[in-house]
Protein backbone atom coordinates (compact mmCIF):
# COMPACT_ATOMS: atom_id res chain seq x y z
CA UNK A 1 0.00 0.00 0.00
CA UNK A 2 1.08 3.37 -1.10
CA UNK A 3 2.17 5.71 1.65
CA UNK A 4 2.75 9.34 0.98
CA UNK A 5 4.35 11.64 3.64
CA UNK A 6 4.73 15.24 3.72
CA UNK A 7 6.60 17.58 5.66
CA UNK A 8 6.12 20.14 7.41
CA UNK A 9 2.40 19.68 8.17
CA UNK A 10 2.16 23.58 8.16
CA UNK A 11 5.22 26.38 8.34
CA UNK A 12 5.61 30.29 8.22
CA UNK A 13 7.89 32.19 6.20
CA UNK A 14 8.17 36.06 4.95
CA UNK A 15 7.36 37.04 1.69
CA UNK A 16 10.18 36.99 -0.16
CA UNK A 17 11.51 33.96 0.89
CA UNK A 18 11.55 30.97 -0.77
CA UNK A 19 9.49 27.92 -0.21
CA UNK A 20 10.80 23.97 -0.06
CA UNK A 21 7.91 21.23 0.23
CA UNK A 22 9.00 18.25 1.01
CA UNK A 23 7.61 14.58 -0.11
CA UNK A 24 8.07 11.27 0.19
CA UNK A 25 6.46 7.71 -0.66
CA UNK A 26 6.81 4.39 0.06
CA UNK A 27 6.66 2.48 -3.03
CA UNK A 28 8.54 3.53 -5.94
CA UNK A 29 6.56 2.43 -8.71
CA UNK A 30 4.60 5.32 -9.70
CA UNK A 31 3.72 6.56 -13.06
CA UNK A 32 3.71 10.62 -12.02
CA UNK A 33 3.56 12.83 -9.56
CA UNK A 34 1.26 15.29 -9.14
CA UNK A 35 1.79 18.86 -7.00
CA UNK A 36 -1.57 21.05 -6.14
CA UNK A 37 -2.76 23.79 -4.58
CA UNK A 38 -5.78 24.11 -2.57
CA UNK A 39 -7.30 27.41 -0.92
CA UNK A 40 -9.54 27.14 1.72
CA UNK A 41 -13.33 25.93 0.90
CA UNK A 42 -12.05 25.69 -2.74
CA UNK A 43 -10.81 22.26 -4.92
CA UNK A 44 -7.37 21.14 -6.07
CA UNK A 45 -5.67 23.02 -8.99
CA UNK A 46 -3.04 21.51 -10.33
CA UNK A 47 0.78 22.94 -10.20
CA UNK A 48 2.56 20.54 -11.69
CA UNK A 49 3.07 17.01 -12.97
CA UNK A 50 6.47 14.50 -12.95
CA UNK A 51 6.38 11.59 -15.17
CA UNK A 52 8.35 9.06 -13.65
CA UNK A 53 11.43 8.92 -16.36
CA UNK A 54 11.80 13.10 -15.44
CA UNK A 55 13.72 14.76 -12.88
CA UNK A 56 12.08 18.04 -12.61
CA UNK A 57 9.37 20.34 -13.81
CA UNK A 58 9.37 24.18 -14.02
CA UNK A 59 6.53 26.57 -14.27
CA UNK A 60 7.11 30.23 -13.46
CA UNK A 61 8.66 30.20 -9.83
CA UNK A 62 7.46 26.55 -9.07
CA UNK A 63 10.20 23.90 -9.55
CA UNK A 64 9.82 19.95 -8.53
CA UNK A 65 11.78 17.78 -8.23
CA UNK A 66 11.84 13.82 -8.11
CA UNK A 67 13.85 11.35 -7.06
CA UNK A 68 11.95 7.86 -7.88
CA UNK A 69 14.49 5.65 -6.42
CA UNK A 70 14.49 7.36 -2.91
CA UNK A 71 11.01 8.04 -2.62
CA UNK A 72 10.97 11.56 -2.97
CA UNK A 73 9.84 14.85 -4.28
CA UNK A 74 10.15 18.29 -3.33
CA UNK A 75 8.30 21.93 -4.73
CA UNK A 76 10.43 24.67 -4.49
CA UNK A 77 8.51 27.76 -4.64
CA UNK A 78 10.52 31.22 -5.60
CA UNK A 79 10.49 34.59 -3.64
CA UNK A 80 7.72 33.66 -1.50
CA UNK A 81 4.22 35.71 -1.79
CA UNK A 82 1.11 36.53 0.22
CA UNK A 83 -1.10 35.06 -2.56
CA UNK A 84 1.22 31.50 -2.22
CA UNK A 85 -0.80 31.13 0.91
CA UNK A 86 -2.43 27.70 0.75
CA UNK A 87 -2.48 23.90 1.19
CA UNK A 88 0.27 22.37 -1.42
CA UNK A 89 -0.82 18.37 -1.66
CA UNK A 90 1.54 16.12 -2.99
CA UNK A 91 0.05 12.68 -4.69
CA UNK A 92 1.34 9.80 -6.28
CA UNK A 93 -0.12 7.41 -9.14
CA UNK A 94 0.77 4.36 -9.33
CA UNK A 95 -0.07 1.12 -11.16
CA UNK A 96 -3.55 0.68 -10.07
CA UNK A 97 -4.61 4.03 -11.68
CA UNK A 98 -5.59 5.59 -8.75
CA UNK A 99 -3.87 8.75 -6.72
CA UNK A 100 -2.58 8.72 -3.32
CA UNK A 101 -2.07 11.94 -1.50
CA UNK A 102 -0.29 13.33 1.35
CA UNK A 103 -2.18 15.13 3.77
CA UNK A 104 -0.55 18.41 2.95
CA UNK A 105 2.09 21.44 3.62
CA UNK A 106 -0.29 24.42 4.67
CA UNK A 107 1.78 27.36 3.91
CA UNK A 108 1.34 30.96 5.80
CA UNK A 109 3.60 33.37 3.81
CA UNK A 110 3.83 36.77 6.08
CA UNK A 111 3.95 40.17 4.40
CA UNK B 1 -12.71 24.48 -22.10
CA UNK B 2 -15.11 23.89 -19.05
CA UNK B 3 -13.45 22.11 -15.94
CA UNK B 4 -15.07 19.99 -13.80
CA UNK B 5 -17.88 20.54 -12.26
CA UNK B 6 -19.94 18.78 -9.26
CA UNK B 7 -23.17 19.52 -7.92
CA UNK B 8 -24.08 20.29 -4.97
CA UNK B 9 -21.66 22.20 -3.41
CA UNK B 10 -22.69 21.54 -0.44
CA UNK B 11 -25.41 19.53 0.96
CA UNK B 12 -26.65 18.78 4.66
CA UNK B 13 -28.61 16.01 5.42
CA UNK B 14 -29.50 13.51 8.70
CA UNK B 15 -28.48 10.42 9.44
CA UNK B 16 -30.51 7.74 7.48
CA UNK B 17 -31.69 10.11 4.97
CA UNK B 18 -30.32 9.71 0.68
CA UNK B 19 -27.97 12.11 -0.95
CA UNK B 20 -26.85 11.69 -4.63
CA UNK B 21 -23.79 13.70 -5.76
CA UNK B 22 -23.02 14.80 -8.77
CA UNK B 23 -19.73 15.07 -11.54
CA UNK B 24 -19.36 16.14 -14.84
CA UNK B 25 -16.33 15.56 -16.18
CA UNK B 26 -14.46 17.63 -18.82
CA UNK B 27 -15.92 16.51 -22.23
CA UNK B 28 -14.06 13.88 -23.89
CA UNK B 29 -12.47 12.62 -20.62
CA UNK B 30 -12.84 8.64 -20.45
CA UNK B 31 -11.63 8.35 -17.10
CA UNK B 32 -13.49 9.83 -13.65
CA UNK B 33 -12.53 9.06 -10.46
CA UNK B 34 -14.13 9.45 -7.14
CA UNK B 35 -12.31 10.71 -4.01
CA UNK B 36 -13.22 11.64 -0.25
CA UNK B 37 -11.50 13.58 2.29
CA UNK B 38 -12.72 13.23 5.89
CA UNK B 39 -11.47 16.11 8.36
CA UNK B 40 -7.89 15.24 9.55
CA UNK B 41 -7.53 13.11 7.34
CA UNK B 42 -5.75 12.74 3.77
CA UNK B 43 -8.16 12.73 -0.02
CA UNK B 44 -8.49 8.73 -0.16
CA UNK B 45 -9.49 7.14 -3.48
CA UNK B 46 -13.11 5.57 -3.57
CA UNK B 47 -13.54 4.31 -7.64
CA UNK B 48 -12.66 5.07 -11.23
CA UNK B 49 -14.39 4.66 -13.86
CA UNK B 50 -13.21 4.12 -17.70
CA UNK B 51 -15.97 5.20 -19.77
CA UNK B 52 -19.45 3.72 -18.25
CA UNK B 53 -17.38 0.98 -16.73
CA UNK B 54 -16.31 0.65 -13.19
CA UNK B 55 -12.53 0.22 -13.35
CA UNK B 56 -12.03 -0.67 -9.33
CA UNK B 57 -14.27 0.23 -6.62
CA UNK B 58 -11.74 -1.01 -4.16
CA UNK B 59 -11.96 2.39 -2.04
CA UNK B 60 -15.26 2.65 -1.67
CA UNK B 61 -16.15 2.13 2.21
CA UNK B 62 -19.65 0.16 1.98
CA UNK B 63 -22.56 -1.04 0.30
CA UNK B 64 -24.41 2.04 0.88
CA UNK B 65 -22.47 3.80 -1.47
CA UNK B 66 -23.16 3.55 -5.06
CA UNK B 67 -21.89 4.83 -7.74
CA UNK B 68 -22.92 5.05 -11.33
CA UNK B 69 -22.04 6.80 -14.95
CA UNK B 70 -24.52 6.93 -17.70
CA UNK B 71 -23.37 6.43 -21.15
CA UNK B 72 -20.28 7.25 -20.15
CA UNK B 73 -20.45 10.91 -19.21
CA UNK B 74 -21.35 12.36 -15.95
CA UNK B 75 -21.40 10.41 -12.50
CA UNK B 76 -23.54 10.21 -9.47
CA UNK B 77 -22.46 8.86 -6.12
CA UNK B 78 -25.47 7.84 -3.79
CA UNK B 79 -24.69 7.83 -0.01
CA UNK B 80 -28.10 5.48 1.10
CA UNK B 81 -28.64 5.68 4.42
CA UNK B 82 -26.19 8.43 5.41
CA UNK B 83 -24.47 7.96 8.82
CA UNK B 84 -22.15 10.15 10.52
CA UNK B 85 -19.15 9.22 9.52
CA UNK B 86 -19.95 9.72 5.33
CA UNK B 87 -19.18 13.42 6.34
CA UNK B 88 -16.41 14.67 4.65
CA UNK B 89 -15.11 16.65 0.92
CA UNK B 90 -16.11 14.48 -1.71
CA UNK B 91 -13.96 15.12 -4.79
CA UNK B 92 -14.59 13.93 -8.63
CA UNK B 93 -12.09 13.92 -11.07
CA UNK B 94 -11.21 13.33 -14.88
CA UNK B 95 -8.15 12.56 -17.00
CA UNK B 96 -7.26 11.26 -20.25
CA UNK B 97 -5.15 7.80 -19.64
CA UNK B 98 -2.54 7.99 -17.07
CA UNK B 99 -2.12 11.70 -17.63
CA UNK B 100 -3.33 14.94 -15.66
CA UNK B 101 -5.97 14.82 -13.31
CA UNK B 102 -8.06 17.48 -13.20
CA UNK B 103 -10.61 17.88 -9.91
CA UNK B 104 -13.94 19.43 -9.64
CA UNK B 105 -14.33 21.97 -6.76
CA UNK B 106 -15.57 19.15 -4.45
CA UNK B 107 -19.11 18.58 -2.32
CA UNK B 108 -18.89 19.31 1.43
CA UNK B 109 -20.99 16.98 2.93
CA UNK B 110 -22.36 16.82 6.42
CA UNK B 111 -24.79 14.56 8.02
CA UNK B 112 -26.09 15.40 11.09
Known amino acids: KQEVTQIPAALSVPEGENLVLNCSFT??????LQWFRQDPGKGLTSLLL?????REQTSGRLNASLDKSSGRSTLYIAASQPGDSATYLC??????????FGKGNQVVVIP | EAGVTQFPSHSVIEKGQTVTLRCDPI?????LYWYRRVMGKEIKFLLH????????ESGMPNNRFLAERTGGTYSTLKVQPAELEDSGVYFC??????????FGPGTRLTVT
Open chain 1, 91 to 100: AVLGGNNRLA
Open chain 2, 27 to 31: SGHDN
Open chain 2, 93 to 102: ASSSGRWEQY
Open chain 2, 49 to 56: FVKESKQD
Open chain 1, 50 to 54: IQSSQ
Open chain 1, 27 to 32: DSAIYN
